[in-house]
């Protein structure tokens, strides 16, 4: 072997931190505050205040390695965590602020967390947990405009009286920078450690055109938390490159998202799919309110892209959608859905199949699907298995070591996705292993039926779970958001679906719903659904009634 001769530059966020005061000072952060006023500051800001935040935690005791918690929404503060504190050397915790008080509990004391910055308007939550956090030395609180409550640290006093200027420490790339916990629904939340490194390749990767294409001249709305696999990565993408960054605050509702999207001339929006059918919603209704001509770029991950959404979203508004695949547990860009150049030409209907699969994997993500028997199955576009992925940023291990067994002997990780991938490397997920229903031994994909239901023009969103059946042993049920004002009957919704599925595939029941339960991330709650409404079907029948 003959070594190199090439430097061992070290892959740090501090890099990062240091570029946005040297080549990108006047790039802007807007934040839309609590009572919805925008305010502005630049990357000097955030350098500037980063290193004042890494100055007030180590006056606090934080030292290396020590986990500085944050439990807030999208906004300039929670920037200067994602850099500050890793910079310093110490490991930003992303809680999820939707998460129950007793969920919450256990992360914190799981991640061990010393200091935890809250917004001021999640105090009620965390007071329902912070006396059980027994690592915890600090609280400090993003007051906003109003008061700090007695006794309690502020963030912009701390600020206030910080130096600003840090003597940041020479990091190994591999050092921890981020935890964060994953949202599984079944078993206890898994932490999952990001390095420097994995954070850094993973913007590098991410911003390719081929990828979520992310330049200088882009004006970014994270949409998806940041307590989520660091907001997608788009924070670091946006400082990488220089890019602006807008941050919606707590008001995600379509209405106040578009608003921000039309005013500050947003480029790249990324969020996770109910984001969109609302959004989309609300633009059929006034399709001229809002001018979107700058948007390029609409990044829909996080569960399944129903394929009527994307083209919904392109025929009727003119905006593109790029359907994106990723975990928690590979920081957590996996696969992106472009047309490659070779699959042009093909017909229109194909090109949309291609749009609303998950992808295929962006450079240095690896991907292979294995049968029950652990063998690796064909790339042929019909074979389900469960897909497995490696990389240098998919995790080798959860912090504390819990759920070994999802990682394998030879080195990849077990994602619980059932695929399909094909001669071109494009995956499809047909369900989540926990979610497949499985009628008298054969597999049904809810992904596929409720991508049908929500093609019909009076279903907002439609979601497809295993309802009990003593003769199938499961049978799809699915639960139906009607859009305002319209009705249909069950045997209208079959009727769509007939001309598609074979009919055993066919849901035995309909409920109908306000709203579908959703997770903290935003994403269908199936084992709610389960839990509620596994029992609908009697004697293998539905028992459930239309709505006119
Ligand atoms: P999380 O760790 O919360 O980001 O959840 C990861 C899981 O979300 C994946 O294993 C998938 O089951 C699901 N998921 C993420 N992106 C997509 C997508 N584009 N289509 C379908 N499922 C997705």
């Known amino acids: 072997m003959l070594p190199s001769r090439m430097m061992d530059f070290p892959l740090t966020i501090t890099h990062l931190l240091e570029r946005a005061r040297e080549i990108h000072p006047k790039s802007e952060i807007v934040s839309r ?84 910055i809250v917004d001021r308007s999640l105090l009620p939550l965390f007071a329902k947990f912070r006396d059980r956090i027994s690592t915890l030395r600090h609280v400090i609180i993003i007051a906003d405009d109003g008061p700090t409550p007695a006794g309690e640290l502020d963030y912009e006093a701390l600020l206030a009286d910080a130096r600003d200027e840090y003597e940041y420490p020479a990091l190994a790339e591999t050092e921890a920078s981020m935890l964060c916990y994953t949202s599984g629904t079944t078993g206890n939340p898994k932490g999952v450690l990001y390095s420097h490194r994995s954070i850094i ?39 990488t490159t220089g890019a602006k960054l807008v941050f919606p605050g707590s008001h995600l509702d379509p209405v106040s998202l578009l608003d921000l999207m039309a005013q500050e001339r947003v480029t790249i929006a990324g969020g996770v799919p109910t984001i969109w059918i609302g959004i989309l919603n609300e633009l059929d209704k006034a399709p001229k309110r809002w001018d979107l001509s700058t948007v390029r770029t609409m990044v829909i991950g996080g569960a399944a892209a129903p394929p009527s959404m994307i083209d919904g979203f392109s025929k009727r508004h003119n905006l593109d959608v790029i359907h994106a695949w990723g975990m928690t547990e590979m920081n957590p860009l996996g696969t992106v859905a472009r047309v490659r150049h ?60 819990e759920g070994a067994d999802r990682f394998t002997k030879d080195g990849w990780f077990k994602t619980g996705d059932v695929v399909t991938i094909d001669a071109d490397g494009y995956m499809r997920i047909t369900d989540r292993s926990k979610d497949v229903i499985k009628s008298g031994g054969e597999w049904i994909s809810s992904v596929d039926l409720e991508n049908a239901l929500m093609s019909h023009p009076s279903v907002l969103e439609a979601a ?55 997770t903290s991330t935003g994403k269908f709650l199936k084992s709610k659904l389960r839990e509620e409404h596994g029992d609908v079907l009697v004697n293998g029948t539905k028992a459930s009634s239309s709505k006119g």
């Open 342 to 401: 070779h699959l042009a030409g093909k017909s229109e209907e194909e090109r949309l199949a291609i749009r609303a699969s998950q992808g295929y994997p962006v450079p240095f993500v690896e991907q292979r699907h294995v049968g029950a028997d652990g063998k690796t199955l064909p790339w042929d576009g019909e074979t389900m298995g469960e897909l497995e992925v490696r990389g240098p940023w998919v995790a080798v291990s959860y912090f504390g070591d």
């Open 201 to 239: 390749l993973h913007a590098l990767v991410g911003t390719m055109r081929d990828a979520l294409s992310v330049g200088n001249d882009d004006i970014i709305m994270p949409v998806v938390p940041m307590f989520h696999a660091s907001a997608w990565g788009l924070p670091y993408m946006a400082v």
């Open 464 to 518: 497809v779970f295993a309802g009990r059946d003593p003769k199938w042993d499961e049978r799809p049920v699915a639960a139906i958001v009607l859009k305002e004002g319209e009705s249909v009957t069950d045997g209208d919704l079959a009727a769509h679906l007939g001309t598609r599925f074979a009919k055993f595939w066919l849901p035995d029941a309909y409920v109908y719903m306000a709203q579908i339960p959703r």
């Open 33 to 116: 505050m609590p009572d919805k006023t925008l305010r502005r500051h630049t990357y000097a800001d955030l350098e500037r205040r980063a290193a004042k935040l890494a100055n007030a935690l180590t006056k606090l005791g934080v030292q290396r390695g020590d986990r500085v918690a944050t439990l807030a929404w999208n906004h300039h503060r929670h920037l200067e965590a994602y850099f500050g504190i890793p910079a310093m050397g110490a490991v930003v915790h992303t809680l999820n602020l939707r998460l129950h008080p007793n969920e919450l509990a256990y992360i914190a004391n799981h991640g061990e967390d010393k200091v935890v």
